[in-house]
């Protein structure tokens, strides 16, 4: 079990765990260019994380413009397994307060304006999202997140808007009609990609405000979301110290993701050009280099 290696993604309010002492920050690239910011490598109790921030340090990176092909393959190329993605997100259901946290199990993408697959040019692969989290991964979470008592949910639909505006009235109350639990703007093409790089993925969303469909958050003020984000990110933070302790304990050595591209990849062997076999080479070089 040794080779395990987890990256948390941080989402709004979280770009850095500060507490944690040995630091090394890491440049990469990779042949989608660079990732959203550099990579914090770094140990606690002995063991090896990985920590991106998705918006960049700062937050500077509107969700539209974020490099996802590029994060995800930096951290592929750094031998991450496991990906617990961070992000901050509006309540669509009036059981799910401001400070609650939601370990998502579904997600409807809404997104359109993004990179969505590592496969676009010449070699074509369909991998399954039936259960595009780990369960092994929501385990971890949900044990890491109940050792610091904070309240949260388990499983949840999350869906996916392009932004960077939140939504109208009739959107949200769309949302709301297909029984959805949360929305933000960042989980896709990440959970996506995650798949077709054989990482496990798992979720945690954090409820910063009801969206306007909630009388009392009628406009979503980034004010009133930011002070939510803080105390989150705090319960986050402490959170992310339990997942680093116990998620090899969970880790599911059937997890569907651990080798889906064996019956994903559906072009030809002499339809692929050395240029791309090279290019995919971090994301799927296990099964092109057979």
Known sequence: MANNKLAIIGGSGLYDVEE?????????????????????????????????????????ISPSNINFRANIDALKQLGVTDVVSISAVGSLKENLPPGKFVIIDQFIDRTFARNKTFFDEEIVAHVSMAHPTSKG?????????????IDYQR????VVMEGPQ????????????WKADVIGMTNMP??????????????VSMVTDYDCWHPGHENVDVQKVIKVLLENASKAKSMIKNL???FENHIDPKDP?????????????EKRTKNTTDKLKTIAGRVLNK
Do not use: Q
């Open 257 to 269: 993701t651990n080798n889906c591209l064996d019956v994903a990849i559906i072009t030809a062997p």
């Open 20 to 60: 944690f002492e040995d630091r090394e920050l890491i440049d990469l690239n990779t042949p989608w260019g660079k990732p959203s910011d550099k990579i914090l490598k770094t140990k606690y109790h002995n063991k090896e994380i990985y920590f991106l921030p998705r918006h960049g340090k700062g937050h500077f």
């Open 166 to 177: 939140f939504s109208t009235l009739a959107e949200s109350n769309l949302y709301r009609s």
């Open 190 to 203: 990440e959970a996506k990609l995650a798949r077709e790089a054989e990482i496990r993925y798992a979720s």
């Open 244 to 246: 680093i302790d116990n």
């Open 137 to 149: 991964l929501m385990n971890a979470c949900e044990d890491a997140i109940r050792k610091e008592g």
């Open 155 to 158: 499983g949840g639909t999350y």
